[in-house]
């Protein structure tokens, strides 16, 4: 990802569904002027899902996902069926592609009530109206739309853009907890796993989001962060540290001065950070023996001192004197059946859209397994963590329940 790009959970995705040959990849391809996807006469030539990220207008920022076809056959075909489910779990709007020349089927409609059950916006593309012969009347959520002549490709794009309507007044990932002119230090040790040159994700969005609030950025690295607070001459309104260095960091800032972390952070930008909060405290009756999930949303080269798989196993097991059996998944893979676990220490998900995190807590409340995420079981292990959440008065609550 370049720096000047919106990253990608940050972006409207928007995915494409339907059966092999209905024109998907074609729609794709017309929507968005560009030859994305592969088109083909034979059946399943879509074999797993695509990605593009592109300015689409009128929208702006958004990420395009073509899909297999939902009808894929085969062992292999349920495997494409299967991502292509995954791939609603992320979907700010849907696009079913169907053949105008044979209309809905069955599994056209398992399709819409799916989308209906994840309460996910979407349009129904009929395809091929070019060849479908007398013009019905669109019925709800219906265009009649032709990839080969153009026919209503436009009018499709802006039922797209409506549907996508995306809350820019919510949340900020910390934007509405500080003031103008507000003094905010941030606690950035060099990531390795962070291309070289680059900061981590988390660090540049909040860096972003300080400066939009018209308050100051100050970066440091953790050893320099006493030092800096008291040559600054002003208490800063916030101290955000990299959850790794949680102990030493609030160790260095004034008990006066709010203090929390990144991935603390984004849990609260993603909305599960009550969930989180919740999930952290179970840690105390894990038993010897149990089944533990640590996964993350992104892939990455992972070194020798990694903190999901190295260092946060190695804290669990000092902190509650237990051995537990870890289990590790990365980037989109994430299990259907949870019975397994016995709690799940989830990433802060700053490469997962806010529908994709909220549907992985989701399907751990379901199946009733505690959730939580790498900086809020940091903060409790270290006795810090009502410190780290004090401006957010609801978490407060949670806490002193």
């Not at 030092?227 to 002003?234: D, H, V």
């Not at 260092?311 to 019975?339: A, C, H, M, V, Y």
């Not at 859209?353 to 409340?365: D, F, L, P, S, V």
């Amino acid at each position: 990802m370049g720096l000047n790009e919106t990253p990608s959970a940050n972006r409207v995705h928007i995915g494409f569904f339907g059966k092999r040959n209905a024109g998907k990849s074609s729609i794709v391809n017309a929507v968005t002027g560009q030859d994305l996807a592969v088109v083909s006469d034979v059946k399943g030539t879509t074999t797993d899902p695509v990605y593009k990220s592109m300015e689409l207008l009128p929208l702006g920022p958004v990420l395009i996902m073509d899909t297999p076809g939902i009808d894929d056959e085969g062992e292999l075909g349920e495997l494409r069926v299967r991502k292509s489910r995954q791939v609603m779990n992320k979907t700010d709007v849907a696009v079913l592609v169907i053949d105008s020349t044979s209309g809905k089927t069955q599994e056209d409609e398992e399709l819409i009530a799916l989308f209906r059950e994840k309460k996910i916006n979407y349009v129904v593309a009929c395809n091929k109206a070019d060849l479908a012969g007398e013009e019905l009347p669109e019925k709800d959520h219906e265009i009649r739309v032709s990839a080969k002549t153009g026919y209503h490709i436009e009018k499709l794009k802006e039922k797209i853009a409506a549907l996508a309507v995306t809350e820019d007044l919510k949340l900020k990932i910390v934007g509405d907890i500080i003031n103008p002119s507000d003094f905010v230090v941030l606690v950035t040790p060099i990531d390795k796993a962070a291309p070289k040159g680059r900061l981590i994700l988390p660090q540049q969005q909040t860096i972003r989001d300080i400066l939009e609030a018209d308050a100051t950025a100050i970066v440091v690295k953790e050893f320099e962060l006493r030092e800096t607070l008291e040559s600054l001459g002003k208490k800063p309104k916030l101290v955000i540290t990299d959850s790794q260095v949680f102990a030493k960091v609030s160790a260095d800032t004034p008990n006066d001065v709010f203090l929390t972390s990144f991935s603390i952070l984004m849990a609260r930008y993603k909305g599960i950070l009550e969930t989180a909060v919740k999930g952290a405290k179970v840690l105390d009756s894990l038993q010897d023996g149990d089944t533990v999930l640590i996964s993350e949303g992104c892939t990455h080269h992972r070194q020798c001192d990694d903190i999901g798989t190295v260092k946060l196993p190695r804290w669990i097991k000092n902190f509650t004197q237990k051995q537990f059996d870890f289990k590790f998944t990365s980037g989109t893979e994430f299990p259907d059946d949870l019975s397994e676990y016995k709690l799940i220490v989830h990433c802060g998900g700053c490469m997962l859209n806010e529908r994709e995190m909220k549907y992985r807590q989701k399907c751990a409340e379901d199946q009733h397994i505690p959730f939580t995420n790498y900086g809020t079981l940091i903060a409790y292990m270290q006795g810090i963590l009502k410190r780290s959440v004090a401006m957010f008065p609801n978490i407060m609550a949670e806490i002193e329940d």
